[in-house]
């Protein structure tokens, strides 16, 4: 009997979410009240809040539950916490992704880009997340450089996220948008071992395989998850730079 009532709460709570999913899609967040939900999943109200205390937890079911701190507490002996995380979402990565509905997906996180409500309520789920996750780190490396750790981490963990679900938004294939993760993981990963010093010298961050050859990378904008720069032309490594002003200098020494 308790099987039979404990499937038969989860049939209610799946029906609740899906539910108000739909309603979500077609009209947006804000406009959908809990009575329509409760009304159209053929529930009482108090019934949804036994299950969802808020509206927002109805929408963001998933969001900042990835345990980064269980991650790092129970990584193996010697292995350092970045390369727990790293280890975590190659596998995430490489994944087959199976039983993704990729049109809901889409929708889902279409919703919560539109809604500064469910955005803002998302960024706290995601602070509480890297403040788990600076907690832990903070008993081998200090508060300050904990916070400090955990607020790039994530950061970069979110920024892997946003990056994959618009590339679905924009027509992207599952496999396709997988493939494109599996690199972005490993140049963000690069990164927070490796710093920034790479690209200021038109280079990379070292990587545990070899990088592809590529086109120099500029400097002058800001740097996006996929390796390049928003503004600016080519930098040159192969040598020192000459500025106008040295070069006018050189040419007036040799006309005397």
Do not use: C
Not at 146 to 152: F, K
Not at 179 to 205: I, K, N, Q, S
């Amino acid at each position: 009997m308790a099987g039979l009532r404990e499937r038969k709460k989860e049939q209610t709570r799946q029906r609740i979410a899906t539910t108000a999913w739909r309603l979500f899609a077609e009209r947006g967040f804000e406009a959908v009240t809990v009575s329509e939900i409760a009304e159209a999943a053929e529930v009482a109200k108090a019934t949804l809040f036994s299950y969802f205390p808020t509206k927002e937890s109805l929408a963001l079911q998933g969001v900042g539950d990835e345990d980064l701190a269980g991650i790092v507490a129970g990584r193996p002996a010697g292995t350092s916490p970045l390369d727990a995380l790293r280890t975590h979402y190659r596998a995430f990565a490489a994944g087959p992704m199976t039983g993704i509905d990729t049109e809901v997906l889409v929708s889902r996180v279409r919703v919560i880009f539109d809604s500064p409500a469910l955005s803002s309520a998302a960024d706290a789920l995601l602070y509480q997340q890297r403040q788990k996750l600076a907690e832990v780190l903070a008993a081998e490396h200090g508060e300050t450089a904990a916070a400090l750790m955990a607020a790039q981490i994530s950061a970069s963990l979110v920024t892997l996220q946003e990056t994959f679900f618009r590339r679905l938004a924009a027509g992207a294939s599952l496999e396709d948008a997988r493939h494109r993760l599996a690199e972005d993981v490993e140049l963000a990963f690069g990164l927070l071992a490796h710093g920034l010093d790479p690209f200021a010298r038109g280079g990379r961050p070292a990587r545990d395989e070899p990088a592809p050859a590529e086109d120099p990378i500029t400097t002058d904008g800001p740097i996006t998850t996929d390796g390049s720069t928003t503004t600016g032309g080519p930098t040159t490594t192969g040598g020192p730079r000459t500025t106008g002003h040295r070069t006018d200098r050189n040419n007036h020494r040799n006309e005397q």
